[in-house]
Nanobody, 122 residues
Framework: QLQASGGGSVQAGGSLRLSCEAS????????MAWFRQAPGKDRDFVAG????????TYADAVKGRFTISRDNAKNMVYLQMNSLKPEDTAVYSC?????????????????WGQGTQVTVSS
């Protein structure tokens, strides 16, 4: 199971750090990703980090502003979000896919957290 936290409301230009805690012992074998979904829109990939070498991948819309990281000892994955924009407003969900090496799209990710709301005001 995945439990996401850290969402909230910030003004444009602000920062938030999302956290996702995974239960169980399989975390080191899980490629982790963050996706987001705004009202009336599809679920979009935001950032991912591989299980084997921690290679990171980002959506173009967040490159240079967001950073994904993981701590296998704590079963945690994080998303540091800086320079937030109103268009970043969405429900952010963490997801896991075991022994998966990409590409990043929702279908291969079978385990999902409940989502956390991020609201950025202008």
């Amino acid at each position: 199971q995945l439990q996401a936290s850290g969402g909230g409301s910030v003004q444009a230009g602000g920062s938030l750090r999302l956290s996702c805690e995974a239960s169980g012992r399989a975390f080191p074998t899980q490629t982790m990703a963050w996706f987001r979904q705004a009202p009336g829109k599809d679920r979009d990939f935001v950032a991912g980090i591989l299980w084997n070498d921690a290679t990171t991948t980002y959506a173009d819309a967040v490159k240079g502003r967001f950073t994904i990281s993981r701590d296998n000892a704590k079963n945690m994955v994080y998303l540091q979000m800086n320079s937030l924009k109103p268009e970043d407003t969405a429900v952010y969900s963490c997801a896991a896919a075991r022994y998966y090496n990409g590409p990043y799209y929702p279908t291969p990710f079978v385990n999902w957290g409940q989502g956390t709301q991020v609201t950025v005001s202008s």
